[in-house]
């Protein structure tokens, strides 16, 4: 790992654990320090350009076949126009010639029948607009740290920001390397249910996470999180330093409380929510020895475990 990998690494780090460790300590202001986060224009900027640096001269360089963008990129067109949209528009058709009533709204059925030729995607946390380079996406990009102009800054749990950021308007939703900055669990489902309005009926979300020697049994619970609130997963997928989850937005929502919001919150939870730093009393716990090439750990910014 060159040295200049390892000081743009630890800026990013640093920024991840100044946050956690300020909603720890006052985890009944999470509001006001986030509000507070993303108004750190000068710290928002330093983190973008770190975190382009990372994704454009290092990740790129040491990156082996499919990457976290060739994923997106692929998942989204082999949905599109590929057996998984094929074979909504049978049924879709079926549906109409059986006359069965159907949840899907009548301008994504005439959607889904024309053929979406270029799915229109919002790349939460995007950077620098690196699914720009697609021409057959429609994408917009958004970011509390826009590292590139064609990157609009925009807090995704602020929700719905007509007429930019619309209900019922995208296609595909994409998180990638998102959802792990959020500091608490409740944030993290927030922005699911945010991407679940946003999304068209049968849409796409596409979540991309790193792997971690902490990350237990994540994608289990997260599945299980995302399916209470109306998602279905389509597909996962282990690349190099990442887990890759793919999940359709259903239709039919089931009807939940405050209390069921806060039980699936808490499949959102990750070991870091708790462990800060290395100087952290949270730290002091047994943990099993496990053989791992700590260099793959350590070329993602959110691995500080």
């Not at 998602?231 to 190099?240: E, P, Q």
Request: overall charge negative; aromatic content about 6%; glycine content about 2%.
């Amino acid at each position: 790992m060159s040295s200049e990998h390892v000081i743009l690494a630890n800026s990013i780090k640093k920024v991840h654990q100044q946050l956690r460790r300020d909603v720890n300590q006052t985890p009944e202001a999470i509001e006001s320090i986030w509000n507070a986060h993303v108004s750190n224009i000068d710290t928002l900027n330093n983190y973008a350009q770190s975190m382009r640096q990372l994704a454009e001269h290092h990740w790129a360089e040491k990156s082996h076949g499919q990457t976290r963008l060739t994923w997106c990129y692929e998942t989204i067109k082999n949905y599109f126009h590929g057996d998984e949209i094929s074979g909504l528009q049978r049924k879709c058709a079926r549906d109409q010639r059986k006359q069965i009533k159907t949840d899907i709204c009548s301008n994504c059925q005439i959607k889904i029948q024309q053929r979406i030729d270029k799915p229109r995607v919002l790349d939460v946390g995007s950077c620098y607009n690196a699914f720009s380079s697609f021409n057959d996406l429609e994408t917009i990009a958004i970011d509390i740290a826009p590292a590139d102009e064609s990157v609009h800054r925009i807090d995704i749990l602020r929700g719905p920001q007509p007429p930019l950021i619309s209900i019922h308007s995208f296609d595909t939703i994409i998180f990638s390397l998102v959802l792990d900055y959020l500091p608490t669990c409740h944030q993290r489902l927030s922005a699911c249910r945010i991407a679940h309005e946003l999304l068209t009926c049968l849409g796409l979300l596409l979540i991309v996470e790193p792997d971690s020697s902490l990350r237990g049994n994540r994608e289990k619970s997260w599945r299980q999180a995302l399916e209470q609130i109306g998602f279905g997963l389509v597909s996962y997928v282990k690349v190099m330093n990442l887990h890759c989850m793919a999940f359709r937005k259903l239709i039919t929502l089931p009807i939940m409380t405050e209390n069921d919001l806060e039980q699936i919150s808490q499949l959102f939870n990750i070991p870091q929510d708790t462990i800060i730093d290395d100087d952290d009393e949270s730290l002091n716990i047994e943990q099993k020895p496990i053989v791992i090439d700590q260099e793959l750990f350590n070329e993602l910014p959110f691995s500080f475990d």
